[in-house]
T-cell receptor
């Protein structure tokens, strides 16, 4: 399995504060993804990266930004957290056609 | 456009029962098809995949056959166990899409002893 870690694993924050979630991989995979998982919505792609400094928007990118300054790290930033961004966030990586998932970050915005 | 439709859950079965979770897709070209599984409190992991028509993917007693004529990739297992309780996601991948998967909404399975 790909070595993918996410930090923090749990976070509670207040509306209006910025939040950064980190995804770290040890597999040198080119592609990285950020998803959110919500009941009734399955997995929704927020942003993805196809190389260092190469990123693009997914289907639910409003209110989120990403950065990838090196292969192993992909950061997701909530610029000003809102209650609608309370969710479980998953990072994934891939090299071929299979995606490998991290353990997730549970974010609560009060 | 591309889309994946899964049967709605939750599905509740007794141990040793036969499982089918339906998945149909709409896609241009020749996508690859996947089943991922998410155990409670964990991230998703690949269960099985098929990359061309009539291929059968299999793993851990689960099987799915890529049926182009019916645009389906139904997941089956002959005898489920309590440890199979999880959420199952069907997904497709079309070439040249920056490896972005198109996901179904997931089907929750609960297996009772």
């Amino acid at each position: 399995d790909a070595g993918i870690t996410q930090s923090p694993r749990h976070k509670v924050t207040e509306t209006g504060t910025p939040v950064t979630l980190r995804c770290h991989q040890t597999e040198n995979h080119r592609y990285m993804y950020w998803y959110r998982q919500d009941p009734g919505h399955g997995l929704r792609l927020i942003h993805y990266s196809y190389g260092v400094k190469d990123t693009d928007k997914g289907e639910v990118s409003d209110g989120y930004s990403v950065s990838r300054s090196k292969t192993e790290d992909f950061l997701l930033t909530l610029e000003s957290a809102t209650s609608s961004q309370t969710s479980v966030y998953f990072c994934a990586t891939s090299w071929t056609d299979t995606q490998y998932f991290g353990p997730g970050t549970r974010l609560t915005v009060l | 456009g591309n889309s994946v439709t899964q049967m709605e859950g939750p599905v509740t079965l007794s141990e040793e029962a036969f499982l089918t979770i339906n998945c149909t897709y709409t896609a241009t070209g020749y996508p690859s098809l996947f089943w991922y599984v998410q155990y409670p409190g964990e991230g998703l992991q690949l269960l099985l995949k098929a990359t061309k028509a009539d291929d059968k993917g299999s793993n851990k007693g689960f099987e799915a056959t890529y049926r182009k004529e019916t645009t389906s990739f139904h997941l089956e297992k002959g005898s489920v166990q309590v440890s199979d309780s999880a959420v199952y996601f069907c997904a497709l991948l079309n070439a040249g899409n920056n490896r972005k998967l198109i996901w179904g909404l997931g089907t929750s399975l609960a297996v009772n002893p």
